[in-house]
């Protein structure tokens, strides 16, 4: 028969998710940070949930904070402790260490009576710190202190939440942290002019936890919001899904360069500098997705959806239409307060909940600002998280580099994390630039090992002389050899004089000295 007692839920969200469901009931939790950090606004979140959500009567012991500030900061986040407190559920204790150090030294004090009474299941003593100031000014030992508090807590049957401030002069932890059965560290940290906070369970006595740090924010109206950090969702490495669906990337002649078009399910990056097409490719492949009866959406992280749809509308791309329809989701978040777990949670959800299967980043490089040292593994999360639904992603990233590319990034280093890459770059030929596309990854295809120049007009990206308009070609740049440089993997093309050059597109003859590169053929 299994004698084991369900799982305390703390009420406070994505906590519970972290620990796998909440709590063992009769641990006792010690909450440990910084001031600021929100140590106690997660312990009245943990009270006032257990009254309102799940009718356990709580006690909430202050030493510092009378009642009427405690009623004021639970109800700027819309809990009315007021009413619980009404209802027999919550009750407020104002006291000093020295009377509550008594009351656990007598088995029959009135604490321990009124807790036994009221029927409590939850208590929160906020804060130990005090406890230790008032032995250390009157000569005692702290230490015997915690043991007296953790035995009486054992006795009253509760599930305990001790908030606590953390030091971090003492190199050595302190001795409470090995009695409690639970330790929540707390951090507060300024990034970027802008206050990050962090949640981490260090240990918790009976139950397993997903370890690290996570993403915290105390948030109007809710109180604390623990984000899961989004290298901690699980990785099917055994039972990932694949297809032999192709979807087209939005222009026929790409498709062919690529054998077909995309695998569904699988991870595209596309890669070159501001004003190659990047966000234009990703329109296109998106408007081609939603004919095929896919559902899409566009992450946008460098342009705001206005700008984006009044660009697209001028290439004849209906984005607005498609958002009415239900077809396309825009999610739009500002570089300057992106953080990586809540980005990560808001485009899961809204994937999952809408049923989305065909998805745009533009552009990831906004995700190297956020936080270069965690980059590469949040990509591979964000992407091993899409094969796992089979849905197909395109990755934007601007390349720094002009004419050429050397690598994807210092930082990213992200090639192995996609099945296909594609790179849009400048090629200068004289004192032109001209744009090109190569693809020189599809995995699981023959993709042709080719470079072509391409045009941006009515309708997206077009290759030259393959499918695009009249007015494209019009206004093209006459075409040049493209042995006239190395590749787009090279920093930079091979130059030779703009004499030449001009003397080619002009039909003049050369000096018997001068040879030409062989026209490339394909």
């Known amino acids: 028969m299994n004698n084991v007692e369900p799982l305390v839920r703390t009420g406070i969200a994505g906590l519970d998710e972290i620990l796998f469901g909440g709590i063992p009931r009769h641990n006792n939790i010690i909450v440990e940070g910084a001031p600021g950090a929100g140590k106690t606004t997660l312990g009245l979140g943990f009270i006032h949930a257990g009254a309102a959500q799940f009718n356990e009567p709580g006690v909430i012991v202050s030493f510092e904070l009378d009642e009427t500030k405690l009623l004021r900061d639970a109800a700027g986040f819309g809990w009315n402790l007021q009413e619980q407190i009404d209802r027999g559920l919550i009750k407020i204790v104002q006291t000093s260490p020295a009377v509550l150090l008594s009351e656990f030294r007598n088995t029959d ?78 951090s507060r940290a300024e990034q970027r002019r802008r206050v990050e906070r962090r949640l981490t369970v260090a240990k918790s006595r009976g139950q397993d936890f997903i370890a690290g740090s996570h993403t915290m924010r105390i948030e109007a109206h809710q ?107 825009l999610l739009y978040e500002s570089p300057l307060e992106l953080e990586l777990d809540v980005h990560f949670d808001r485009v899961i959800k809204l994937v999952e909940h809408e049923g989305i299967d065909c998805i745009v980043f533009d552009s990831i490089a906004v995700y190297e600002m956020a936080s270069r040292t965690e980059v590469a593994d949040y990509l591979y999360a964000l992407a091993t998280h899409f094969k796992n639904r ?18 994807i990034s210092e930082e990213l280093k992200g090639s192995h994390l996609v099945d296909n890459i594609i790179l849009l770059n400048y090629v200068e030929i004289s004192t032109v630039l001209r744009r090109a596309i190569a693809i020189p990854k599809v995995r699981g295809s023959r993709n042709l090992q080719v470079t072509r120049e391409y045009v941006i007009a009515a309708g997206g990206l077009a290759l ?33 004089s703009p004499a030449i050059e001009s003397a080619v597109v002009n039909g003049e003859d050369l000096p018997d000295s001068v040879v030409l590169p062989q026209q490339e053929t394909s």
């Open 390 to 407: 089979l849905a197909t992603v395109f990755f934007n990233y601007e390349s720094p580099e002009l004419l050429g590319l050397s690598q």
């Open 464 to 496: 030259l002389d393959e499918d695009c308009t009249e007015l494209a070609r019009a206004n093209a740049v006459p075409q040049l050899p493209f042995s006239a440089y190395s590749s787009l993997l090279s920093r930079s093309p091979t130059r030779q």
């Open 109 to 186: 004090g009135a604490f321990s009576t009124a807790l036994r009474t009221m029927g409590a299941k939850r208590l929160l003593i906020d804060g130990l710190t005090p406890m230790r100031l008032y032995a250390e000014a009157h000569d005692l030992a702290f230490r015997e202190d915690v043991h007296v508090l953790i035995e009486g807590l054992n006795r009253l049957g509760v599930t305990t939440m001790v908030t606590a401030e953390r030091d971090e002069s003492i190199a050595a932890p302190a001795h409470e942290r090995f009695v409690f059965d639970t330790i929540i560290e707390l």
């Open 223 to 329: 109180g604390i919001h623990v984000y899961r950090r989004a290298q901690s969702r699980p990785v099917l490495l055994n039972d990932q899904p694949t297809s032999d669906k192709r979807i087209s990337v939005g222009a026929p002649a790409i498709d062919v360069l690529m054998d077909g078009g995309l695998y569904e399910g699988s991870v595209t990056m596309v890669s070159g500098i501001s004003g190659t097409g990047k966000t234009v490719l990703s329109v296109q492949f998106l408007t081609a997705a939603v004919k095929a009866g896919h559902k899409t959406l566009l992450v946008t992280l460098d342009e705001h959806p206005r700008q984006l749809a009044r660009n697209a509308a001028s290439l004849g791309f209906d984005l607005g239409g498609m958002q009415e329809r239900g077809e396309l989701f």
